[in-house]
C-alpha cells in the first residue's frame, strides 16, 4: 500500500527548456508534496542537462507509445496527467483503468477541436485553465523613459526556427535603427539549426547581444532590466515567456499568430510582419508613456488572467474531482510551503479571455469647460459624444465654471459616476480662459483635445488625432474642419481655409478663422511652456494662444477631418461681445511683435 498517492505526467517531448516544458515543471513538482510523481517522456535517457530540474520527480524516458503505455500501466497511477493529449500515448485504452486529466499544448486543440471533457484547455475560447507564473517573483520595476535611454528589447526562448524564422533573421540582417538594443535570452537544444541561428544574430552584434541560456531564477531580474520584450515566433500557442514579460510590466510586441493575442491581448503591440514588427519597436522607442501605459496594462492583465496560485488551485480542484478525493491537495499536510497562499476554493467567476483595463494614467485629456448657457439635454449629448470615443486612451475633464444651473449640474454629477471623468470646480466664474488654464494644469494626459458643451464630438476624433500626433512628433497642434448645427438638427458645412505655415495668421485671419478652437489637439507640455491662455481676454483667447505658438516657432497642421459639431444658437459664449474688437487688437499686437511668449 503506498503512502501518498501516484501521479503519472506523460509528457511526448523531449525534455527542454520550452514553456511547455516548463509548466509541466511546476505541476510536476508542486504536486510531490501530497503525491509520488513520476514524468514519462521522450527521450534516450542522455537528458543530463535538464535532470537537475527535476528534483523529487521520477524521471522515465520511453522510446515511443507501445513502451510508454507499458511503464504507465505497470506504475498503476492513481491519475494520469497527459499533455498533448493528441499524441496519445496508448490513451484509449489506459483511459478505462485509470482516471486522467489532459492539458492541450498545441494552438489547434485549443482553438478548434472538439475535446473530450477530461481536456483542459489552456488558451482561447475554450480556456479553462491558464498557464500561471508567480507574480511575487515575476514583478514590475521602474523603467527609465527618457528619449536618451536606448531602448532594451528582450527576445526569450529557444534559438530554434519556429521561435526565430529564417524570415525574420532576414529582416533583422537589413534594420539599422537607432538607439535600440536586442538582448536575446536562451539557446536550448544544441542542433545544426540552433548553431546556424545563433551565428546570423552575432553578425549583427552591433544590434544584438546574446546572454545564452540564463538560469530560469534569474530571468525576473532580466524582465526588469528591459522596456519591452519581442515575440518573432512563427507559432505559439500560448507563450510563456509573453505572461512572464506582462507580470513584470512589459508590453509585448508579437506576431498576430495562434494564441498571441489571446495571450497578450490589449497589452502589447500584435503585427502581421517583419517591417511591422520593426515599426512597432521603434514607435515603442519615441512614445515613453505610451510604453508606461501599455506596461502597466499588461501587469494587470497578468494579475488577471495569469496567476500561478489560480492555476494551481484549479488542477488541484480537477485532480480532486477526477479522483473522487484520493488525490486531495487541500488535505492535511499536503500543502506546498512555497504556495502555503493558494486560495483552494473556486473563484465565483471565471476570468474573462479579454477583461476591461483597470483605470490607467490617460494619453489624452479631453478638456470640457462649463457655464450658464447650453440646454442641459445640449450638454449631455455633448459628454455622451466624448465618451463614446473608441480608439485612444482618455480622460474627460469637465471644469465647471461656477455653474448656477441645476440641470447643467446635474448633467455634470451624472458624468462623474464615470471612472473616464474627473469633474473640477472652480469657486467662482473666471472666464473660459481660466477654465482651460485649470485643465491644462490638471491634465494626466500628454495631449490635450478641446471640447465645449455644446457641440458634438463625431466618433472616431479621438483615436485619429492620437494617431496623427503619434506619428507627426513635429507638430505641437493640429486643428480640422467643423459642421455646423442649427435648431431642429438641420446641419451645414463650416468653410474654414487652410492653415498655411508659410503664411502668418495675421495675413488672412480677420477675413476668416482657419483654426476651429473645438477641434484642436495640441501638446500639454507645449502649452504650458508659452504660458497658456490670456485671462485677460473675453473671447479671442485662442487667437491669442495660436499667434504665440506660431510666434514661438511650433509646428501647426491642419487636416481635413471633420472634427467638430458646432450647435448654432444665441446663447454662445461668444454672444454679445465685440469678437472684431479683440480680433484686431490681438493682431495688432501680433503684427507689430508684442506678444509675449
Same mark, same amino acid.
Given at each position: ?10 509528457? =511526448? ?187 546570423? &544574430? ?57 494564441? &498571441? ?8 503591440? &500584435? ?85 476591461? =483595463? ?99 464630438? =463625431? ?139
Amino acid at each position: 500500500m503506498r503512502s501518498k498517492p501516484l501521479i503519472v505526467h506523460a509528457l =511526448p517531448w523531449q525534455l527542454t527548456v520550452g514553456g511547455a516544458q516548463r509548466i509541466v515543471m511546476e505541476l510536476a513538482k508542486w504536486a510531490t508534496d501530497f503525491a509520488e510523481v513520476h514524468l514519462v517522456y521522450l527521450g534516450n535517457g542522455s537528458d543530463e542537462t535538464w535532470r537537475d530540474f527535476w528534483s523529487g520527480v521520477k524521471l522515465h524516458p520511453v522510446a515511443g507509445d507501445k513502451e510508454a503505455e507499458r511503464l504507465i500501466d505497470s506504475l498503476k497511477p492513481d491519475l494520469i496527467h497527459q499533455h498533448y493529449p493528441a499524441m496519445e500515448w496508448g490513451v484509449k485504452r489506459l483511459i478505462a483503468k485509470y482516471p486522467i486529466i489532459g492539458t492541450p499544448h498545441n494552438w489547434a486543440q485549443n482553438a478548434e477541436m472538439i475535446l473530450p471533457d477530461w481536456v483542459a484547455c489552456i488558451a482561447g475560447p475554450q480556456a479553462a485553465i491558464r498557464h500561471g507564473v508567480d507574480l511575487d517573483l515575476y514583478r514590475p520595476a521602474k523603467r527609465e523613459l527618457g528619449p536618451a535611454v536606448p531602448l532594451r528589447v528582450g527576445i526569450a526562448g529557444r534559438l530554434h526556427a519556429d521561435k526565430m524564422p529564417t524570415t525574420f533573421l532576414k529582416s533583422l540582417s537589413t534594420w539599422r535603427p537607432n538607439n535600440i538594443q536586442l538582448h536575446i535570452f536562451g539557446r536550448g537544444l544544441d542542433h545544426p539549426i540552433t548553431r546556424r541561428v545563433e551565428a546570423e &544574430l552575432r553578425r549583427r552584434g552591433d544590434l544584438c547581444v546574446l546572454h545564452g541560456d540564463v538560469p530560469a531564477q534569474e530571468m525576473p531580474e532580466r524582465y526588469r532590466s528591459l522596456h519591452c520584450l519581442l515575440v518573432p515566433s512563427r507559432m505559439d500557442s500560448v507563450s510563456l515567456v509573453a505572461i512572464e514579460a506582462m507580470a513584470t510590466g512589459l508590453p509585448v510586441v508579437a506576431r498576430r499568430i495562434q494564441g &498571441l493575442p489571446d495571450t497578450i491581448g490589449d497589452a502589447g503591440l &500584435l503585427c502581421d510582419s517583419d517591417h511591422e514588427l520593426f515599426k512597432a519597436l521603434e514607435w515603442l522607442r519615441d512614445e515613453p508613456l505610451m510604453r508606461a501605459r501599455l506596461g502597466e496594462t499588461a501587469r494587470k492583465r497578468a494579475e488577471q488572467l495569469f496567476d500561478i496560485r489560480r492555476m494551481l488551485d484549479q488542477y488541484g480542484q480537477a485532480y480532486r474531482r477526477v479522483t473522487k478525493g484520493r488525490i486531495d491537495p487541500t488535505q492535511p499536510g499536503a500543502t506546498c510551503p512555497a504556495r502555503a497562499a493558494v486560495p483552494h476554493s473556486r473563484p465565483e467567476t471565471a476570468p474573462t479571455l479579454n477583461p476591461k =483595463p483597470q483605470t490607467l494614467d490617460p494619453v489624452m485629456t479631453v478638456a470640457l469647460p462649463i457655464y450658464n448657457g447650453p440646454r442641459p439635454a445640449w450638454f449631455q449629448e455633448s459628454v455622451n459624444s466624448v465618451l463614446a470615443q473608441e480608439g485612444a486612451c482618455f480622460e474627460l475633464l469637465i471644469i465647471d465654471d461656477g455653474c448656477t444651473d441645476e440641470g447643467l449640474l446635474a448633467v455634470i454629477d451624472k458624468a462623474a459616476g464615470d471612472e473616464r471623468v474627473r469633474v473640477i470646480r472652480m469657486e467662482k466664474n473666471q472666464g473660459i480662459a481660466a477654465a482651460l488654464n485649470r485643465a491644462i494644469q490638471e491634465a494626466r494626459g500628454y495631449l490635450i483635445a478641446r471640447a465645449d458643451g455644446d457641440d458634438i464630438m =463625431p466618433a472616431g476624433r479621438l483615436a485619429q488625432q492620437y494617431e496623427i500626433m503619434r506619428e507627426h512628433p513635429e507638430y505641437a497642434l493640429i486643428c480640422g474642419n467643423m459642421t455646423g448645427m442649427k435648431f431642429g438638427g438641420r446641419s451645414f458645412p463650416i468653410i474654414r481655409p487652410a492653415y498655411r505655415p508659410d503664411q502668418r495668421l495675421a495675413d488672412y485671419w480677420l477675413t476668416d478663422w482657419c483654426i476651429c478652437h473645438p477641434t484642436v489637439c495640441y501638446r500639454a507640455d507645449v502649452i504650458r511652456s508659452i504660458g497658456g491662455y490670456d485671462e485677460s481676454l473675453a473671447v479671442a483667447q485662442d487667437l491669442d494662444l495660436w499667434c504665440r505658438l506660431e510666434q514661438a516657432g511650433a509646428r501647426i497642421g491642419k487636416f481635413p477631418n471633420i472634427w467638430n459639431s458646432y450647435r448654432v444658437h444665441s446663447a454662445q459664449a461668444t454672444a454679445g461681445h465685440d469678437m472684431r474688437v479683440e480680433t484686431e487688437r490681438i493682431l495688432k499686437r501680433y503684427r507689430e511683435g508684442e506678444v509675449a511668449s
